[in-house]
């Protein structure tokens, strides 16, 4: 879902394995992505265009059961389904297209696979854009699907994201234990520079905690990956593993039962399509000389006009 001529690669995102990572089959949805899903959701109370189609990107990835709440909002309109992976759309149709039985099934929005051929009112990414190896490009992607004052709904992770474990591994010397995530204000920047009008912007900090270490691991694997250039090469072995339970131990805080804590800054966008301005003419002044002298030609040529 590329193009071939890449805009801004983020530095600390190695490009190869972020498209392994999008290649990579889902067959659920992250609890996190499904939580940021449903309060992105509720926002949609607030914005005024009713889309007749719409484009769910990700929805594997992005949370299978926000497209539900995105179809009982928009129960007449249209979705197209756009995801990257082999073999993801044979995935996601059983998940989301109602059985046969349900009447939803008969009476719900219809329901297809692949890019609409016509622009759409609204598209909706949920926790895509901080894995992308072109952000840039990927949002020129989404203002390509809009029409004019369509508009874009989309969420991804912030700065303070695994600020814990990173600070961890810091201190461990051991490589950087995840990529960067971008700004709030430099994703405004960027939307406005594909041609989106007025985004805005906003975020939030979720606190999660896990009952073990081997659960926190799990849980972060199903989130995403370490796409890092510098991150650790190859595989590690048992006796490093057995460091990194014991080490993640120290992010349990005193009087909560051994929780461990892991800090993850969501943050929220939404921004229109900008409409095409019209380029007049410019403006040609004429002295009063000139136009004497343009009348007295016009005289001598014999012209009544």
């Excluded at 939580?35 to 990107?57: C, G, I, N, S």
């Excluded at 926000?66 to 995935?91: F, I, M, N, T, W």
């Amino acid at each position: 879902m590329s193009s071939s001529q890449p805009s801004h690669l983020p530095p600390t995102i190695a490009p190869g394995a972020a498209a392994r990572w999008e290649q990579r089959l889902h067959t659920a949805s992250p609890w996190l992505h499904e939580e940021v899903a449903r309060r992105m959701e509720d926002r949609l109370q607030w914005m005024k265009l009713q889309p007749r189609t719409w484009v769910h990107w990700e929805p594997l990835r992005g949370g299978v059961q926000a497209h539900g709440l995105l179809s009982r909002r928009y129960p007449k309109s249209e979705c197209y389904v756009v995801q990257a992976a082999a073999d993801a759309d044979a995935v996601a149709k059983p998940l989301l297209v109602p059985s046969w039985w349900s009447p939803a099934r008969w009476t719900g929005p219809s329901l297809r696979f692949g890019k609409p051929e016509q622009p759409a009112q609204m598209v909706w990414a949920n926790m895509a854009l901080h894995m992308a190896a072109d952000p840039q490009d990927l949002i020129g992607q989404w203002h390509r699907l809009l029409e004019e004052n369509g508009f874009l709904m989309f969420s991804c992770l912030g700065p303070d994201t695994l600020r814990e474990l990173r600070a961890l591994y810091d201190e461990l010397g051991w490589p950087p234990a995840s990529h960067a995530f971008t700004d709030m204000h430099d994703w405004g920047d960027m939307l406005v520079h594909a041609g989106f009008a007025e985004p805005v912007m906003d975020m939030e900090r979720i606190t999660l905690t896990f009952a073990s270490p081997e659960r926190l691991l799990r849980e972060l694997r199903e989130l995403g990956r370490n796409l890092h250039p510098l991150r650790f090469a190859g595989l590690r072995g048992r006796g490093w593993y057995a460091q990194l339970l014991a080490a993640l131990q120290q992010l349990a805080q005193p009087g909560e039962d051994g929780q461990l804590r892991l800090t993850f800054e969501v943050v929220y966008g939404h921004a229109f399509k900008a409409v095409r301005r019209t380029v007049i003419a410019p403006e040609t002044r004429v002295s009063l000389d000139e136009m004497r002298a343009n009348l007295r030609k016009v005289k001598k040529n014999g012209s009544t006009d």
